[in-house]
C-alpha cells in the first residue's frame, strides 16, 4: 500500500490546517496510509513521522497555524541534511511527501525531489510571493487582519487628527502593504519594490493635508529600505520642520493568527485534495497553486527559478485614489 506523508513548513499561514485536512482524507478515501511529519524540514530530519487517521484532522479547518507544527531550517539546506531526510523516509517506507509551504519550502521540496522522492508542493504563505501562481494560502486572510487594522486605526486617526503608519509583514515583497493599502483607502504607501525617500512621504502628507484631509494613513511594508523603524526615527529627528510626527503600529505576527477565511479554507481544500490526485496519477514533481480561479500545475524547477513581481499599475492607482 502507498505510502504518504505532508509536512508544513515555513512561516505558518492560516489555511495550512484545511490543505493538511484535506490531503489525509482524501489520501485515505484512495486507501493510501497517511502520515504526517512534526516541525516541517527539522522534524522530517529527526524521524518525527507519524500515522495520522481521519480523526487526527478533525475539528482543524477553522483553526489557524499548523497542528503539525513547522520550523525554518538552516541544517536541511546542507547535503548531509537532505540526506538524511531522505533516510528517514525510506526507513518509514514513505512513497510520496505533500509539502504545504513558501518559496523556502518549495526549494526544499525539489531538492528531495532531485534525489528520488515523488514530491508535490502546495504553495502556501501570507507574503503571497510565490511565483507561478495568483493567490497563495493564508494571503487573503492575512489582507483581512491588516485592514481591520486599518480601518480601525483609521477612527483614532479621525477623532485625533493625526497621521498614523501601519507596517505590515511581506518580507521583501509589497503585496500586503499595497493591497491593504488600496482596499483600506490609505493616503500614502511604502514598499520595497518602489523606494520612497522620507521626504517625500512628508510632502504627500503634507499635501493631503492641504486638500482639506484632517489625518492620513500611511502602509509601510516590513522590507521597504524606509520601513516603520526608519520612518519613525526620520520624522521623530526632523519633527520642527517637518511640522507633524507619526503614530506607528506594527501588526508582526498578528497577521498570522486567528482562524482562516472563507477563501483560504477553500482554496487549501481543493489544493490538498489535488495534492493526492497528482500523486495517484504519478503527476508528481509539481508545485499546486490557483491561478486564473483554478489549481494549477508548476514543474518544481520552473517555479524556483522564477521570480514574482508586483502589478506596479496597482501602485499608480493607489497614488491616484489617494487625492
Given at each position: ?5 505532508v ?70 539546506k ?30 526544499g ?18 507574503d ?38 501601519v507596517?505590515?509583514?511581506?518580507r ?59 520612518l ?42 489535488a495534492?493526492i ?8 514533481g ?30 499608480d ?6 487625492q
Amino acid at each position: 500500500m502507498k505510502r504518504i506523508a505532508v509536512l508544513t513548513s515555513g512561516g505558518d499561514s492560516p489555511g495550512m490546517n484545511a490543505a493538511t485536512r484535506a490531503v489525509v482524507r482524501t489520501g485515505l478515501a484512495r486507501g493510501f496510509e497517511m502520515f504526517g511529519v512534526r516541525r516541517g524540514y527539522a522534524g522530517l530530519i529527526g524521524g518525527e513521522i507519524l500515522p495520522l487517521g481521519a480523526r487526527d484532522v478533525g475539528g482543524i479547518i477553522h483553526l489557524g497555524g499548523t497542528m503539525l507544527g513547522t520550523s525554518r531550517c538552516v541544517e536541511f539546506k546542507s547535503d548531509a541534511g537532505q540526506q538524511e531526510a531522505m533516510q528517514q523516509l525510506q526507513r518509514q517506507r514513505i512513497s510520496s511527501l505533500v509539502v504545504i509551504g513558501g518559496n523556502g519550502s518549495q526549494s526544499g521540496a525539489h531538492a528531495l525531489a532531485a534525489r528520488g522522492m515523488a514530491v508535490i508542493g502546495i504553495a502556501s504563505t501570507i507574503d503571497n510571493d510565490v511565483p507561478c501562481v495568483d493567490v497563495s494560502i493564508g494571503s487573503t486572510t492575512a489582507l483581512d487582519i491588516a485592514l481591520e487594522a486599518i480601518d480601525r486605526l483609521r477612527t483614532t486617526a479621525a477623532a485625533v487628527e493625526r497621521a498614523f503608519l501601519v507596517e505590515v509583514m511581506g518580507r521583501d515583497s509589497g503585496y500586503l502593504a499595497l493591497m491593504a493599502a488600496l482596499a483600506g483607502g490609505a493616503e500614502a504607501v511604502v514598499i520595497p519594490e518602489v523606494e520612497t525617500h522620507p521626504e517625500a512621504l512628508a510632502a504627500r502628507l503634507r499635501a493631503a493635508r492641504f486638500r482639506g484631509k484632517s489625518h492620513a494613513i500611511v502602509v509601510v511594508a516590513e522590507g521597504a529600505k524606509y520601513n516603520a523603524h526608519a520612518l519613525d526615527c526620520y520624522f521623530r529627528e526632523h519633527t520642527a520642520r517637518l511640522g507633524f510626527d507619526l503614530r506607528v503600529t506594527r501588526l508582526g505576527h498578528v497577521q498570522r493568527g486567528g482562524a482562516p477565511n472563507v477563501f483560504d479554507r477553500l482554496i487549501g481544500t481543493q489544493l490538498g485534495a489535488a495534492a493526492i490526485e497528482h500523486i495517484a496519477t504519478r503527476q508528481h514533481g509539481v508545485m499546486l497553486g490557483i491561478s486564473g480561479g483554478a489549481v494549477s500545475a508548476t514543474p518544481l524547477s520552473q517555479m524556483i527559478a522564477a521570480r514574482k513581481t508586483l502589478d506596479l499599475r496597482l501602485l499608480d492607482l493607489a497614488n491616484v485614489l489617494e487625492q
